[in-house]
C-alpha cells in the first residue's frame, strides 16, 4: 500500500473517531478499510467496533479531499447524544 493511502486512511479514521465520539459518546477500533473506485467517488469505507465490546460493530464512509464524514452507522441500540 502507498504511503498516500496509509495516510488517506489514518485520517479517515481520526475524522471517523471525532465523529462517532461526538455524535455518539463512544470511542471505536478500526479493523478493516476499503477505498470506492476513484472515478465514482473520493471516498473510503472504515469498519471496526466499539472499543471494548466487538460485537458492537460501527461503519463509516468518509470523503478523503475533505476528510468529512459521510455517513456513519452504529448499531440499534447506541443512541446519538442530545
Do not use: C, R
Request: hydrophobic letters at 30%.
Amino acid at each position: 500500500m502507498s504511503n498516500e493511502k496509509k495516510e488517506i486512511i489514518q485520517k479517515a479514521q481520526v475524522a471517523s473517531q471525532a465523529y462517532f465520539k461526538e455524535k455518539y459518546g463512544i470511542d471505536v477500533e478500526f479493523t478493516d478499510h476499503k477505498f470506492i473506485p476513484a472515478d465514482l467517488s473520493h471516498t473510503v469505507s472504515l469498519t471496526g467496533y466499539v472499543k471494548g465490546n466487538k460485537d458492537q460493530e460501527i461503519f463509516t464512509m468518509v470523503d478523503y479531499d475533505t476528510y468529512e464524514v459521510k455517513t456513519g452507522s452504529v448499531p440499534d441500540e447506541i443512541k446519538p447524544l442530545q
